[in-house]
């Protein structure tokens, strides 16, 4: 699978990576089943291309933050409001 180098912040608290930006860096895995691949082929007669077309992400951490992501902050808050019926 080929793959392409992004930019992203890390955040500890969820461990989740929040893509910024693509480089556009690409790394040809030269496969013959990657439809990304300069090296793709198909066997004869076949008509309908079953090849995996999403590359694999090189992740980069630019920021290694301590608290949560965004999505997980308003899910907290809106598990909070759900059960104390308050909004906040």
Not at 26 to 41: E, M, N, R, V
Not at 74 to 88: F, G, I, P, Q, Y
């Amino acid at each position: 699978m080929c793959e392409i180098e992004c930019f992203g912040n890390y955040h500890r608290k969820c461990e989740h990576y929040v893509k910024m930006y693509e480089s556009g860096n690409k790394t040809d895995c030269g496969s013959p089943d990657c439809a990304l691949s300069k090296a793709h082929k198909h066997r004869p007669g076949q008509r309908t291309c079953t090849c995996a077309r999403i590359p694999r992400e090189c992740r980069r951490v630019l920021s290694l933050i301590h608290d949560r992501c965004d999505a997980c902050t308003r899910a907290a808050w809106a598990t909070l409001e759900r059960e104390s019926s308050r909004v906040w």
